[in-house]
């Protein structure tokens, strides 16, 4: 089974602080995800990678950057965090381009006060 | 814009209590409509991939069907560890990625 592994279930900040967020995933995939998850909003894409280095915005990227320097591993930058970006953050992969299935990380329950 | 939109936001059965949740879509040349299952605190676990029209799927007491214009998930029979946000999605404009509709919380009382 494909497994997706976030680095912390949860995470206290404090306003203005850089905030790593780090995935892994075990099975070669070539493309990953990070979400954000908030009540009454769903799931939005923050940002995504289909290769080493390679990036592209989602929906809602405004805050944060991304790196990818090994295929398996994705990170999610919050520059300096506001208190507007405490959410779940899911990571997900999925196996080729073109819109697959994606597997999810049990997420991290970030909360910036 | 490409839309998933899932009907109704909550949905309380009785144990035994059959009844279908919604997702309509207006993505334009669907390539796949998804769903998924996500238990509190937990990130969404993959049910069910269709394709075409007419296609179902189904997995112990969960059922998708697709049309053209929105997909069911038929649940029969359900148990109380059926009890979860169900999440539909499809592929958005761009190559990749997957756009959610906001789901539906189901709660399944004993």
């Known amino acids: 089974d494909v497994k997706v592994t976030q680095s912390s279930r949860y995470l206290v900040k404090r306003t203005g602080e850089k905030v790593f967020l780090e995935c892994v995933q075990d099975m070669d995939h070539e493309n990953m995800f990070w979400y954000r ?3 009454g909003l769903g799931l939005r894409l923050i940002y ?6 390679m990036k592209e915005k989602g929906d809602i990227p405004e ?3 991304v790196s990818r320097e090994k ?25 080729r381009r073109g819109g697959e299935k994606l597997f999810f990380g049990s997420g991290t329950q970030l909360s910036v006060l | 814009e490409d839309q998933v939109t899932q ?9 035994g209590e059959s009844s279908s949740l919604n ?3 207006t993505v334009s040349g669907l390539r796949g409509l998804f769903w998924y299952r996500q238990d ?57 990625g997957l756009t959610f509709g906001k789901g539906t919380h189901l709660i399944i009382q004993p």
């Open chain 1, 71 to 95: 295929k398996e591993r994705f990170s999610l930058i919050l520059e300096s965090a506001s208190t507007n970006q405490t959410s779940m953050y899911l990571c997900a992969s999925s196996l």
């Open chain 2, 40 to 96: 509190p605190g937990k990130g969404p676990e993959f049910l069910f991939t269709l394709y075409s029209a007419g296609e179902e799927k189904e997995k112990e007491r969960l059922k998708a069907t697709l049309t053209k214009k929105e997909s069911f998930l038929h649940i029969t029979a359900p148990k109380p560890e059926d009890s979860a946000t169900y999440l539909c999605a499809a592929p958005g404009r761009g190559a990749d």
């Open chain 2, 23 to 25: 997702c309509s879509y």
């Open chain 1, 63 to 65: 805050g944060y950057s």
């Open chain 1, 48 to 53: 995504f990678s289909y290769d080493v280095k």
């Open chain 2, 7 to 15: 009907s109704p936001e909550a949905l309380r059965l009785q144990e």
């Open chain 1, 37 to 39: 998850q908030d009540p």
